[in-house]
């Protein structure tokens, strides 16, 4: 109770307007709170809710004077709002440090975030949205000894919800260091070359106290020991160069022995390889990646499994829609295996001409495929599993034969006068259920269509109007199946209210009600705050009403947000 | 312990709220290093329009809105530079999963901003931006003096007015 009191006196403070002066230096920060009540509703699946009201809150205090910098984030979960993990419950100063920035030095004591290269080996960050937060709390240093070099070194555990990490030896300890040369900046004299380089590289080591473990032969009962490595480290090297219109950023890494929870316990070192290519001229952008991912889930607890604890960070080689029929079937990256390629070209149709209209047109293409890697299993153990072996062998260049997700998506933007603006999205996706943890299901085949105009009215007012299809003749999980449509009409007025009304309607279901997923919206903003307050039934995915995205979980009822920044 | 941290915390924002009444100082830009579309380092706390005020602008590839907004001061960018010399920052902060993106779409849509890229979202923290997209205009002593959130069409239009009335020096809010 003490906890909420002072939360709400931390939001009441918090409103006083921009950027505060206290002893010479600058208080900022930010603030936000969603509220729901989700009653049950068995038809779309959302469940019960016994608080009758749940609540996610957090403000974050920022103090700069000068080259001195301290904050913190309190966050309040009472309780966790739908879709977050109930480990949140509870209410606390989830962060805070403090911090001294030099031009050639940087130390950060307490909480920190921070990335090497494209993350392969390590990234410490929070995803707000997805109740996803593994901020390092010890000791960071970045020095910059000479223009064009970076160098980090990083040390400390992982936040795991709100245990107390320092007190157990259940979590483990990150360390970590970071190489990183700006070839032109260095060489005065390639300054002003058109070959940029710059090249990096880093090591990882995990300690993660550890226990043996026994293998059983069933038959026998004879055991057979395992002994666990408790420092699993990891090294990569990247490189990123562009020349005039090209650019290339690759990024090679790999990863000691880590039986875990994830890979089975086997003893198969990690891999992880990324390539992108790209061209980039005034009205035309293409960019081919491709990756290859094996067994590289790196995190710094061998038994976890869920979406803390992660050392490092491996992206999803596909497109992330905002649309949100577009966005029924998410892919997530398999991390025991996987490689990918996307493909992306980005062309605008110049003003005056004949394609191109009065405006111009935007042209997007994206294509993106991720397939299961090859792996060939060559033992298994008396146990008849494969805990404690090689597992398996792969060939690095080789796919396998399992399709996890395609996508082929065409976007076209035009204005079609000085007040119209239209937007068409066509989408093809192939969906492997397995991708999502759902074993021998049938693959998902769709085409999603999506029109969207927006509408200038008087007075800096608006109307947007979108109606999106999604065809497909297979079933998603339990509520969703066949065809959807939705519709949506926004109204904005002067930039400071909207009203918003949605329909997604599972009209292809041929078993049990065909549910209309209607939304009600309203909202308003000044400045940096911002209130909204929506009533109806929510479908997970990704939303954007009034001119801001969000992640959210399903629902029915009454959701409200405030956002605000000071 | 926890009970010291909140007294001590009320006490700090009691102390801020009545110091706020008294002194105005506005917030400048963070000493935040980020990175450019090749790669290098820059500074927040650098960014600059040869002494007049500019603008920043957070975005990702993935924020409709965000891309609305930046598209609809594209079609006009050109005119307003012609006639106030603003300079926009469009700061990404797509993760490692789209920024791959930014560069294709940055130079495919031909914007003529400044797009720079805040990968791990130290800026964007260091800001307090709760969502993009979150627009920023710093006056010409680098202080940070009009914020807005979201996007509607027609918010470009609020955008340079304010704009034209940091640059007269007259008072906004």
């Given at each position: ?291 290859r991912i094996d ?36 892919y997530?990256?398999q991390?025991n295996g996987e490689m990918g ?28 495929i991720a397939n299961s890697i090859d792996k060939k299993y ?14 398996y062998?792969s060939?690095?260049?080789k796919a396998g034969d399992e399709i996890y997700f395609e ?23 192939t969906f492997n259920p397995i991708a999502i943890g759902h074993q021998g299901e049938k693959f998902i ?122 | ?173």
């Open positions: 109770m003490k906890k909420l009191l002072l939360a709400i006196f931390l939001i009441t403070c918090s409103f006083n307007g921009f950027s505060q002066d206290i002893f010479g230096g600058k208080v900022t920060g930010n603030f936000q709170m969603d509220v729901q009540a989700s009653k049950e509703d068995s038809i779309i699946g959302a469940e019960k809710v016994s608080e009758k009201l749940l609540m996610n809150a957090f403000t974050n205090i920022l103090y700069t004077n000068g080259d001195f910098s301290a904050g913190m984030r309190f966050e309040a979960y009472l309780n966790p709002i739908l879709g977050f993990d109930p480990q949140y419950k509870g209410a606390g100063l989830a962060y805070r440090f403090a911090s001294y920035k030099k031009d050639y030095l940087e130390i950060t004591a307490g909480n920190f975030y921070e990335q090497f290269g494209n993350g392969l080996i390590f990234r410490s960050y929070e995803e707000r949205n997805l109740g996803l937060d593994n901020a390092m709390d010890g000791l960071k240093i970045i020095a910059r000894p000479v223009k064009g070099v970076a160098l980090k070194g990083v040390i400390g555990k992982q936040r795991y919800y709100w245990e107390k990490i320092w007190e157990s030896d259940n979590f483990g300890l990150v360390r970590g260091i970071d190489a990183e040369v700006s070839i032109n900046s260095l060489f005065k004299k390639f300054e002003a070359s058109p070959l940029q380089i710059i090249a990096g590289g880093s090591f990882v080591s995990v300690f993660d106290k550890a226990e043996d473990r026994f293998i059983i032969e069933p038959s026998t009962g004879d055991n057979y020991k395992l002994t666990m490595p408790e420092n699993i480290g990891s090294g990569a090297a990247r490189l990123q160069m562009s020349y005039k219109a090209f650019n290339l950023n690759a990024e090679y890494a790999r990863k000691g022995q880590d039986p875990n929870a994830v890979n089975g316990y086997i003893f198969h070192k990690g891999e992880a390889a990324y390539l992108s290519l790209g061209y980039a001229a005034k009205g035309l952008g293409i960019n081919v990646s491709a990756k067994n590289m889930s790196y995190k710094s607890r061998r038994g976890e499994t869920g979406n803390m604890l992660n050392v490092n960070y491996l992206p999803a080689l596909t497109r992330q829609h905002s649309y949100s029929l577009f966005a029924m079937y998410p997530a990256t991390v390629i996307q493909a992306d070209i980005i062309y605008k149709l110049k003003k005056n001409t004949f394609l191109g209209g009065k405006y111009g047109t935007d042209l997007k293409l994206n294509y993106s060559v033992q298994l153990n008396p146990a008849g599993n494969y805990e404690g072996t090689e597992g062998s060939s690095f260049f996508e082929l998506n065409l976007e076209l933007g035009k204005k079609l006068s000085s007040d119209f603006k239209l937007n068409l999205m066509y989408s093809y996706q085949y769709a085409n999603v269509f999506a029109a969207d105009l927006t509408q200038k009215l008087k007075k800096r007012s608006s109307l947007r109007y979108e109606v999106q299809l999604l065809l497909t003749e297979q079933n998603y999980g339990e509520f969703a199946a066949g065809d959807w449509i939705q519709g949506t009409v926004e109204y904005n007025l002067g930039g400071k209210f909207f009203v918003a009304a949605t329909d997604q309607w599972n009209y292809g279901k041929l078993n049990g009600e065909k549910v209309h997923y209607y939304n009600f919206a309203v909202g308003y903003t000044k400045g940096t705050t911002r209130i909204q307050l929506s009533y109806g039934k929510q479908r997970e995915g990704i939303i954007c009403i009034g001119g801001v995205c969000r992640m959210v979980p399903a629902s029915n009822g009454l959701f409200a947000t405030i956002t605000s920044s000071f | 312990m926890k009970k010291f941290i909140l007294i001590f915390v009320a006490i700090f924002l009691c102390g801020i709220t009545i110091n706020a009444q008294t002194n105005n100082k506005k917030s400048t830009l963070p000493t935040v290093t980020i990175n450019t579309l090749e790669g290098k380092a820059i500074k927040a706390s650098e960014f600059s329009n040869d002494g007049k005020p500019f603008v920043i602008c957070f975005w990702a590839t993935w924020c409709k809105p965000c891309l609305m907004e930046l598209n609809a001061m594209a079609e006009q960018y050109d005119d307003w530079q012609k006639e106030t010399g603003i300079k926009i920052y469009a700061v990404s902060i797509d993760d490692a999963r789209t920024c791959p993106k930014v560069k294709p779409l940055v130079s495919g849509s031909d914007w003529g901003y400044e797009v720079v890229l805040d990968q791990n979202s130290e800026l964007k923290r260091a800001l307090g931006v709760n969502n993009p997209p979150h627009t920023f205009i710093v006056n010409e002593k680098g202080e940070i003096v009009w914020q807005h959130v979201g996007y509607a069409p027609g918010d470009e239009e609020t955008l340079i007015e304010v704009y034209k009335k940091i640059v007269k020096g007259e008072e906004v809010k």
